[in-house]
């Protein structure tokens, strides 16, 4: 089946430095990614979608300049946290639906635990 | 806009038990609806979609889901649960939403803990 490999799983950062995570489709082609962030016990809240080669379109109340996102191809989409602070802290999970070749769904990384100290 | 409504934050439950998890969701437009299970520090794992047809869902790990259009419900059942089912479920949905990303929208999540 569809695999999205999302790395790093964990990091811990200093305040005021950037952080990448990195999101692959490894065996299908991803037309739009989705990046969420998730609280401690709370649901997934959706940053960004990004389709490859365009800009990403974030959710009302997500800084753009903070969270970068780019989607160079249809296996890979990065999301750049910049300049760091510890209210980043966050889990980060990202997702991609791939191209219509009869399957509709969504699949998910496994998530990166950010740290920011 | 759509939305989804996980009316138990926390279902506490017996092993070999029975247990329902309540998903109701709001779309003025046909709508796909999704069950995901999360364990502590992992993605989302696909239980089980519906997309069309049968409106009885049969998933992975035993769970099954009944999509009613009437009462916008797509709740999650399982005649008998384990330990290991102990985890976060989330019901999510998504459809054409003017958009053309068909963003996929979260519940708020129903703790399932089952205990022996």
């Known amino acids: 089946g569809a695999v999205v490999s999302q790395h790093p799983s964990w990091v811990i950062c200093k305040s005021g430095t950037s952080v990448k995570i990195e999101c692959r489709s490894l065996?299908?082609?991803?037309?739009?990614m989705f990046w969420y962030r998730q609280f401690p016990k709370q649901s997934l809240m959706l940053m960004a979608t990004?389709?490859?080669?365009?800009?990403?379109?974030?959710e009302q109340g997500v800084e753009k300049d903070k969270f970068l996102i780019n989607h160079a191809s249809l296996t890979l989409s990065t999301l750049t946290v910049t300049s760091a602070h510890p209210e980043d802290s966050s889990f980060y999970i990202c997702?991609?639906?791939?191209?219509?070749?009869?399957?509709?769904?969504?699949?998910f990384g496994s998530g990166t635990r950010l740290t920011v100290v | 806009a759509q939305s989804v409504t996980q009316l138990d934050s926390q279902v506490p439950v017996f092993e070999e038990a029975p247990v329902e998890l309540r998903c109701n969701y709001s779309?003025?437009?046909?709508?796909?609806l999704f069950w995901y299970v999360q364990y502590p520090n992992q993605g989302l794992q696909l239980l089980l979609k519906?997309?069309?047809?049968?409106?009885l869902v049969k998933g992975i790990n035993g769970f099954e889901a009944e999509f009613n259009k009437s009462q916008t419900s797509f709740h999650l059942r399982k005649p008998s649960v384990h330990i290991s089912d102990t985890a976060e479920y989330f019901c999510?949905?998504?459809?054409?939403?003017?958009?053309?990303?068909?963003?996929?929208?979260f519940g708020t999540g129903t703790r399932l803990l089952v205990s022996p």
């Open positions: 997702s991609a639906r791939a191209l219509l070749t009869g399957e509709y769904g969504y699949t």
């Open positions: 519906y997309l069309s047809g049968s409106t």
């Open positions: 065996d299908f082609q991803a037309t739009t």
């Open positions: 779309s003025s437009v046909s709508v796909y």
């Open positions: 999510a949905v998504s459809g054409p939403d003017g958009t053309g990303f068909q963003k996929l929208v």
């Open positions: 990004s389709n490859e080669g365009s800009k990403a379109t974030y």
